[in-house]
């Protein structure tokens, strides 16, 4: 089942994002989606909060994956809208990484579904009045355990 909530601020975002990264389980993956400005990278650098990266989580578009080592666990923060082809990944690397080890925040995921994990929590941004609306959905066991963690 979808789950959706109000984000009435940037604020309001971090603070989710803050709570998946304390919940969320090693070999996780968030697949982000929304328009332009709809609040993806806000909700990582919650993320990175949750799981205690030190260093600033900022926008990976033109450099494509930015490498957190600091945090709980290793967070792997891409960024598809530039993306060409998969094969870009693959010199990132990245397509061994998804999924297998660390988080992985992959936002613009649904521009390329066919190299995402089966098992992924959905994320989806979108503008609300002066807010945001967020719906999440769940592809598998392990995401449904974070879900289900956010849910309660
Ligand atoms: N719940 C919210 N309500 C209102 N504004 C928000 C909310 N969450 C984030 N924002 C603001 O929206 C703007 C864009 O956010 P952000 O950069 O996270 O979007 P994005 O989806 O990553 O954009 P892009 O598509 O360019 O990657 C920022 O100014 C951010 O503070
Ligand atoms: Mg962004």
Redesign the pocket.
Known sequence: MDWTCT????A??RELGRRIGELVEDGATLALD??????????AQGIGLGLGVGGPVT?P?FQLLFVHDDGRLPLYHA?L?RLGDESELTELGFDEILGQSGVSIV??ASRFPQVLPADRLQIQ?AYEG???ALTAKATGPRSQRLLDGLRA
Do not use: H, I, N, Q
């Open positions: 984000l009435r601020g940037p309001e975002t929304g328009e332009l400005g709809a609040g993806k990278t806000s909700l926008s578009t960024d809208y936002e613009w941004l002066e807010g945001r």
